[in-house]
């Protein structure tokens, strides 16, 4: 019995590498929080993502999430320069 509209084949999906999109999700929330953590982690994602993209798909997503990572320690690394001139790191609470 044949469905209404239906094929007989079940449809063929594409599926992403994983670990490209943990490092492009990775660099991406890094931009803007824990971008030390984030970025390296990133980097490491985004290059065994790269590393598989040969079998799952996906390397332009692991090819940015590298990017995004070397951004975010770069943006670290100049967060860090810019506090250091200013006298160091201060936590003001209250009035």
Do not use: E
């Not at 590393?51 to 860090?80: E, T």
Request: with cysteine.
């Amino acid at each position: 019995m044949t469905s209404y509209g239906g094929s007989s084949t079940a449809p063929t999906r594409s599926r992403t590498n994983g670990l490209a999109i943990a490092g492009l999700c990775c660099g991406i929330v890094g931009l803007f929080v824990l971008n030390i953590i984030l970025g390296p982690l990133a980097v490491v994602f985004g290059a065994v993502g790269l590393r598989q993209s040969a079998a799952k798909g996906g390397a332009g997503m692991a090819k940015a999430g590298i990017v995004l990572g070397i951004v975010d320690v770069v943006l670290w690394l100049v967060l860090l320069a810019v506090a250091a001139n200013n006298g160091g790191f201060s936590w003001h609470v209250g009035g």
